[in-house]
C-alpha cells in the first residue's frame, strides 16, 4: 500500500532563517506531488505541484522554492523566512500517469511551521 | 475556473443529532470528481469518499451518507447520529476533467468546523 511521510511535524524558526520540509511517498511511481499551505482561517492554498523529476509548478508567487529531487521525494524550501510563512504545510500525491483523472489525493500529517 | 462553496463556516450539534455539511461547486468542465476529506484535531487530510459527475447515485457508508445534485450544482455530506469523535473540519474538493496545465489539482472549498458536544 502507498504511504507519505512529511516531516518535521513542527517547526520553529527564527524570521531570515532557511527552511527545508521534506516529503516522500512510498508505494508507488510517478505520482502527482503537491505542497499546500493552511492559514489560520483553514482554507487550503496550493503553493506548488510536481508531475515528475525536476519538473516544478507554481501557483503562488512567495518566498518558498519546492524540489522534486527523485521520483517520490518533494522538498518545500525557503533562503529566508517571513513571519508570513508560518502556517500549516500538507505534502499530498495522487496517481500521475496511467491513473484515472479522478483519482483521489492522499496527505501526508503536515508540518506546523511558526516564524518568530 | 473552479470553485467550490461552503458556506457553512462552523456548526455545532449536541451528540446523536444528524448534521449536513453543504457544498456547492462550480465547474465547466462536464466530467468532473467530489471529494469529502476530514481533518481532524492533528491535522492530517484524511479522504472520505469521492465521487463522479457521471454517477448520481447517492451513497450511504455506515453513519455517513453523501447527497450529490448535478442540477444544483451540490455534494451534501450528512452525518448520521453524531459521536464527539466527528468533531473536525470538513473540506469538499472538485478535480476538473481537464484540469490543464495543473495537474489534477483539488480545488477545496474553504472547509467547515463541526463541533459535536456531548
Known amino acids: 500500500s502507498q504511504t507519505i511521510h512529511q516531516w518535521p511535524a513542527t517547526l520553529v524558526q527564527p524570521v531570515g532563517s532557511p527552511l527545508s520540509l521534506e516529503c516522500t511517498v512510498e508505494g508507488t511511481s510517478n505520482p502527482n506531488l503537491y505542497w499546500y499551505r493552511q492559514a489560520a482561517g483553514r482554507g487550503l492554498q496550493l503553493l506548488f505541484y510536481?508531475?515528475?523529476?525536476?519538473?516544478i509548478s507554481s501557483e503562488v508567487p512567495q518566498n518558498l522554492s519546492a524540489s522534486r529531487p527523485q521520483d517520490r521525494q518533494f522538498i518545500l524550501s525557503s533562503k529566508k523566512l517571513l513571519l508570513s510563512d508560518s502556517g500549516f504545510y500538507l505534502c499530498?500525491?495522487?496517481?500521475?500517469?496511467?491513473?484515472?483523472?479522478?483519482?483521489?489525493?492522499?496527505f501526508g500529517q503536515g508540518t506546523r511551521l511558526t516564524v518568530v | 475556473a473552479q470553485k467550490v462553496t461552503q458556506a457553512q463556516t462552523e456548526i455545532s450539534v449536541v451528540e446523536k443529532e444528524d448534521v449536513t455539511l453543504d457544498c456547492v461547486y462550480e465547474?465547466?468542465?462536464?466530467?468532473?470528481?467530489l471529494f469529502w476529506y476530514k481533518q481532524p484535531p492533528s491535522g492530517e487530510l484524511v479522504f472520505l469518499i469521492r465521487?463522479?459527475?457521471?454517477?448520481?447515485q447517492n451513497e450511504i457508508s455506515g453513519r455517513y451518507s453523501w447527497n450529490f445534485q448535478k442540477s444544483t450544482s451540490s455534494f451534501n455530506f450528512t452525518i448520521t447520529a453524531s459521536q464527539v469523535v466527528d468533531s473536525a473540519v470538513y473540506f469538499c474538493a472538485l478535480r476538473g476533467r481537464r484540469s490543464s496545465g495543473s495537474a489534477r489539482q483539488l480545488t477545496f472549498g474553504s472547509g467547515t468546523q463541526l463541533t459535536v458536544l456531548p
Open positions: 510536481s508531475v515528475g523529476i525536476g519538473q
Open positions: 499530498a500525491w495522487s496517481g500521475g500517469a496511467g491513473y484515472p483523472v479522478g483519482t483521489e489525493a492522499f
Open positions: 465547474t465547466r468542465d462536464t466530467t468532473y470528481y
Open positions: 465521487r463522479n459527475s457521471f454517477d448520481e
